[in-house]
């Protein structure tokens, strides 16, 4: 396949995977369970939910690494195992997809809170995200995709880590902001402006958005991510906030809502859309019509 970068450098839209967490639990995965321990006990299920959205024409399909960095496996007793789930997890989407999608290496958070606020360093969190992407970028990804992030520092450190391993890697860096009377802002304070200067300055090749709210919001934070920089943009949006009902829980915004504000982000430029929580093969397979809508209408 052409370069992953060489597609985003021509302005093409790339159509992302969905929920990977909402989407396994519905596969089968126990609450209060580690999602990334899949990848020694139960690797199939990988292969599935990649299937899943391979088959409905996702351009990156992304590993089942979000925390599998050693850091956060610690919590589960399982940061000696690091380097061989992430390498199972990419396996598992490289045999789906063989060469006709872009594997994407899913990195999020460390769950440990930096100095001075919390008793992390800067220099153990680069170190286990270091070890997390030479694992990745070792068993072949195309991309890394750090995600849901909160901390612009910590951020930094993964997007540092990746391109002190690959230069030439392509990184995707997003973080999940709230809506306040000020504006958009990340749990930690930092608006998108200074996300933006923060994410690319640090390295990043694409900058945005997951999480944390509906379509509608992500189409507001796009809007400010534009005004802020010309940087290429991925927006990956929930299916709405999650309710409880039945004892489940539901995210209601459809495929076909979902779709309509996917034009809105085409008209903005974004170079990745995708989903996450509660997206499903549906959703993706919504966002794959409206994106090539334009080519059907220039080849009639």
Known sequence: MEPIASRIAAGDTLVCDGATGTMLFELGLEPGSCPDEIALSQPAMLEELAERYFAVGSDIVETNTFGASPLKLAQYELDDRAEEINRIAVERVKAVVDGSAYVGGSVGPCGKILQPYGDASESDVYESFRRQVVALIGAGVDCILIETMMDLTETQLAIKAAKDCSPEMTVSA???????????????????ATAAAGLKDAGADVIGSNCGNGVEKMVEIARAFRQATDHPLIIQSNAGLPETEGGRVVYRETPEFMAERVKVLMELGISIVGGCCGTTPEHISAFREVVDSPLRSEQA
Do not use: C, L, N, S
């Open 174 to 192: 997003t973080m999940t902001f709230d809506a306040t009377p000020r504006g958009f802002y990340t749990i930690m304070g930092t608006d998108i």
